[in-house]
């Protein structure tokens, strides 16, 4: 939740600091300014994502390939039994 939140309010401020330096005018003229806006929550959600699903993911993975005594000790502390 937190990447998330810290993508957005960047985003935010970019936007903010990019209309104060480069006015309304220049904000539609600069397709750069989109792009850098987008991918600042773009980050910002994928981040969480990964943080979100990254934590049970090799457990699930060891256990399909029958492999669960070499991350015992990270899956015996993630909350994903």
């Not at 993508?7 to 792009?35: E, K, N, Q, R």
């Not at 990254?54 to 994903?80: D, I, M």
Request: a neutral charge; glycine letters at 12%; one cysteine or more.
């Amino acid at each position: 939740m937190f990447p998330a939140l810290f993508g957005l309010i960047t985003a935010l401020l970019f936007a903010l600091l990019a209309h104060g330096v480069y006015g309304s005018d220049g904000v539609m003229d600069y397709p750069w300014i989109d792009v850098v806006f987008w991918s600042l929550i773009g980050a910002g959600a994928a981040i969480s994502m990964v943080n979100t699903f990254g934590v049970c993911l090799p457990c699930k993975l060891l256990r399909r390939l029958g492999a669960e005594r070499w991350g015992s000790w990270w899956c015996g502390n993630a909350a994903c039994q």
